[in-house]
């Protein structure tokens, strides 16, 4: 007879989750502040949200229902293979809705649907310092949040202004939370900041090959960085979902066949699903009682 | 029942999550009541409440600082060095976590850790025990995690807390966070809270 290892509850021992837990408290007592933490070792390679699942992992409790997407997506294999090991290890529910869901982990999107109380979305972070591309060095990097020293960033932003005529940074748009700390919202489109700014949800930031953690707490100010006469603006699309019909979503362009042939989609699997439920039909959609 | 060595939690796993969740809760909403997974049984000197979040977050990298009440008895300093393995320390400024039963027995918010302009988060975070955390004098609470405003009406604070708040405020990014407890639930106050006195 073989008997196969069980691992802890959420599979990270209860030291680390402690450890972790300390971090994450921290993180919410100082908006914006990247916590340092002792990331673990995962079954999973940095890149495939390390730093996200840790954060999971310490807050997850058996009444959790576990959401996970992946650029918007529950079904691309990041978000699959996530939800699988919480269903295995933590033995949790796990929903693609996003209005049913508890904790939603998140790469690069945030859901269209608005987020309501109680709910905690845990971003996967590849790199948490926005002032890293700009100053290689931890110890700079420091002092520069320890003084709020943000001249460089917008400097940063300014070049763009001086060389494209706009601000080019469209992913990763740096933020400035609660007025004090600049902050890397993860690579998300830009589009999705505004959503950050007084969310009713909890937002926490877990960077594992980095170490870091850091949140935003619900009915925080989460201001993207602009300048009077360049004021933040957020990507628009000139048609609407191909197949919901939605407009004023974040779309993906999705290649048809190789004569150029593409359409655009609703990045967000879940919202498309129910907008197409509810009965609306895209350019390219199909109607779902005629499409069955 | 052996309350030292029984007297922790029935399931520590599942326990210490509900805990945890409950202090995260109350420090990302401050101002709301949180429930906190109570241990079978706690030591005479210590409330239960207490006793909850000490075994939730502390561990051998947490050094803990007791209030001299706390710190006097025998069985209760047995039991947290059998449960949670944390060093304690004489100096309120070294503290990762300082708990303290009363008011009375807690020095000014200033004299623990508050942490460096390079690092906040090593401060200390103070777990205080009160009578009760409604019925007591009207404050209004502002800040992240609150949407407006919030009342509070937490009994049993330090005569000069307001005072103490503000100057503890000021310090942001630096400054301690404050979790006061009592009737088995939670309300947080972390630094970035700003407090003032309600109708």
């Known amino acids: ?292 | 029942m052996d309350a030292l060595l029984d007297g922790g939690f029935a399931d520590p796993v599942l326990q210490s999550q509900t805990a945890f969740r409950a202090v995260l809760d109350a420090l990302a909403n401050p101002g709301t009541l949180q429930t906190l997974a109570m241990p079978q049984a706690a030591p005479n000197g210590m409330g239960a409440e207490l006793v909850s979040i000490l075994l939730t977050l502390c561990d051998h990298d947490t050094s803990l600082w007791l209030d001299p009440a706390l710190r006097a008895d025998g069985a209760l300093v047995e039991f947290l060095a059998f449960h949670t393995a944390a060093p304690l320390t004489d100096s309120a400024a070294a503290a990762t976590f300082a708990a303290a039963s009363s008011a009375n027995h807690l020095p000014p918010l200033d004299q623990f850790n508050l942490g460096t302009q390079e690092y906040p988060d090593r401060s200390t975070t103070i777990v205080l025990a009160v009578p009760a955390l409604g019925g007591g004098p009207a404050l209004v609470l502002r800040g992240p995690g609150i949407k407006d405003q919030i009342a509070v009406s937490p009994q049993g604070l330090p005569a000069d807390f307001l005072a103490q708040w503000v100057a503890n405020r000021e310090l942001f990014p630096r400054g301690i966070d404050l979790l006061l407890v009592a009737d088995g639930q939670v309300l947080g106050l972390p630094r970035s809270t700003r407090i003032a006195e309600g109708q």
């Open chain 1, 1 to 292: 007879m073989t008997t196969v290892a069980q691992y802890n509850f959420a599979y990270l021992d209860e030291q680390t989750k402690r450890m972790i837990r300390r971090a994450i408290l921290k993180a919410v007592a100082v908006p914006g502040y990247q916590v340092p933490f002792s990331s673990r070792e995962m079954p999973m390679p940095y890149g495939w949200g390390t730093g996200g699942v840790q954060v999971t992992a310490s807050i997850i409790g058996p009444s959790d229902v576990l959401k996970v997407i992946d650029q918007g997506a529950d079904d691309t294999t990041n978000a699959v293979s996530i939800r699988a090991f919480f269903a295995k290890v933590a033995q949790v529910e796990t929903t693609t809705r996003t209005a049913e869901a508890t904790i939603i982990q998140t790469r690069h999107r945030i859901p269209e649907k608005p987020l309501g109380k109680g709910q905690i979305l845990v971003y996967q972070v590849p790199i948490p310092e926005p002032l890293r591309y700009l100053e290689p060095r931890e110890t700079e990097t420091r002092k520069m949040h320890a003084l709020e020293e943000y001249g460089l960033m917008h400097v940063k932003l300014y070049e763009d202004i001086a060389r494209h005529g706009r601000i080019a940074t469209t992913f990763a748009y740096p933020v400035k939370v609660e007025g004090r700390y600049v902050m890397d919202p993860s690579p998300t489109p830009k589009f999705d900041n505004p959503k950050m700014h007084m969310s009713a949800a909890l937002q926490l930031f877990g960077a594992g090959r980095e170490h870091r953690i850091y949140a935003v707490p619900p009915h925080t100010e989460v201001a993207s960085l602009d300048f009077e006469d360049h004021p933040f603006t957020i990507q628009h699309f000139p048609e609407p979902c191909a197949l919901c019909g939605a407009r004023e979503v974040y779309l993906d362009e999705v290649i048809l066949d190789d004569h150029g042939g593409h359409m655009f989609v609703c990045s967000d699997t879940d919202h498309c699903e129910d907008r197409r439920g509810a009965g609306h039909v895209g350019p390219l959609g199909v109607a779902q009682e005629a499409a069955e």
